[in-house]
Nanobody
Framework: QVQLVESGGGFVQAGGSLRLSCAAS????????MGWFRQAPGKEREFAAA????????KYEDSVKGRFTISRDNAKNTLYLQMDSLKPEDTAVYYC??????????????????WGQGTQVTVSS
């Protein structure tokens, strides 16, 4: 079983940047495809970005394409999300998640086996 701990959230003005990290412990990190999801108040959890086991083939939700970059360092057991040109609508709790399942279902939160506790991102206008 893998444990996930997010960090790097905070308060930033619109147009600013934040870098989220997700530290993983447990079985071999490279055995998991990883994703970032977010949940705004009163809304369902939604997909933001995902990355395959090896670090290739990144996927993004349309509203974050060109602004967010997902990456991973398997040697450090860490997942990252670089968020640039942040907008107020990016305000949410951001969660990292891990799956041993098919990367085909990268956007479906039900396909992920393990979740972190979340980190708050607040973007002011």
């Amino acid at each position: 079983q893998v444990q996930l701990v997010e960090s790097g959230g905070g308060f930033v003005q619109a147009g600013g940047s934040l870098r989220l990290s997700c530290a993983a412990s447990g079985p071999i990190f490279s055995c998991y495809a990883m994703g970032w999801f977010r949940q705004a108040p009163g809304k369902e959890r939604e997909f933001a970005a995902a990355i395959s086991y090896s670090g290739g083939d990144p996927k993004y939700e349309d509203s974050v394409k060109g602004r967010f970059t997902i990456s991973r360092d398997n040697a450090k057991n860490t997942l990252y999300l670089q968020m640039d040109s942040l907008k107020p609508e990016d305000t949410a709790v951001y969660y990292c998640a891990a799956t041993t399942g098919s990367y085909y279902y990268y956007a479906d939160p039900l396909r992920y086996d393990y979740w972190g506790q979340g980190t708050q991102v607040t973007v002011s206008s």
